[in-house]
């Protein structure tokens, strides 16, 4: 699981900036999940999304995020005019395509997460 | 609504103390279960999961888990705990379904004395 790569590690950003969070999935995942968590908060699902597809972002807030995978490259969860409320850790977990093998295929594997900081 | 809940936020034990921590879920359909674990500073790692058959599942580092099926749970157990053992655990469910997507408990801090 260590193939989950996020970048970067800690990112501060001034009130009213944006935030760009990087997630390169394990090589041949087509599926990536993002997770926010605050302190005693637990990890709360934000969005699901395939290649070029979003599957559920049913816990992405209404204004101000977005979140993409496209094609290319990797999955970047985009935070704008950013306020202190989203100063937390972001992880990413990608998973492998959907296929006959239930046992693999819905486990998730997680990154080392980006800690965004704003100030 | 789907969610899943951690009753305890924070337990505290002695090592060689046994351990149980709560998971219970609310989710239509079947199910598969989780369990991952995040030591301080890193990443979440899987300990143990449920897919089918056995509901008596065994994980790494001595850990297990029993899916209680008419019970909605899906408790951790330690017979024998290390200082090692301190972390964050999160129990976890996901349907199915190809969109189904995997919903964590708030977790529970466990903490061990030497």
């Known amino acids: 699981n260590a193939g989950v790569m996020q970048n970067p590690r800690h990112l501060v950003r001034r009130r009213g900036q944006e935030a760009r969070l990087r997630c390169s999935p394990v090589?041949?995942?087509?599926?990536v999940y993002w997770y926010r968590q605050l302190p005693e908060e637990g990890l709360k699902f934000m969005v699901y999304l395939q290649k070029e597809n979003i599957i559920d972002e049913s816990g992405m807030p209404k204004e101000r995020f977005s979140a993409e995978f496209p094609k290319e490259g990797p999955s970047i969860l985009r935070i704008q005019q950013v306020v202190r409320g989203d100063s937390a850790a972001y992880f990413c977990a990608s998973s492998p395509p959907r296929g006959t093998r239930v046992e693999t295929d819905t486990e998730a594997f997680f990154g080392q997460g980006t800690r965004l900081t704003v100030v | 609504a789907q969610s899943v809940s951690q009753h305890n936020h924070h337990v505290i034990l002695s090592e060689a103390a046994s351990l149980e921590l709560g998971c219970n879920y609310s989710?239509?359909?079947?199910?598969?279960l989780f369990w991952y674990v995040q030591y301080p500073g890193q990443h979440l790692q899987l300990l143990l999961k449920y897919f089918s058959g056995d509901p008596l599942v065994k994980g790494i580092k001595g850990f297990e888990a029993e899916f209680i099926k008419s019970k909605f749970s899906f408790n951790l157990r330690k017979p024998s705990v290390q200082w090692s053992d301190t972390a964050e655990y999160f129990c976890?469910?996901?349907?199915?379904?190809?969109?189904?997507?995997?919903?964590f408990g708030s977790g529970t801090r466990l903490s061990i004395r030497p």
């Open positions: 976890a469910v996901a349907g199915y379904s190809s969109a189904s997507k995997i919903i």
């Open positions: 989710y239509g359909g079947t199910v598969n």
């Open positions: 090589k041949g995942h087509s599926h």
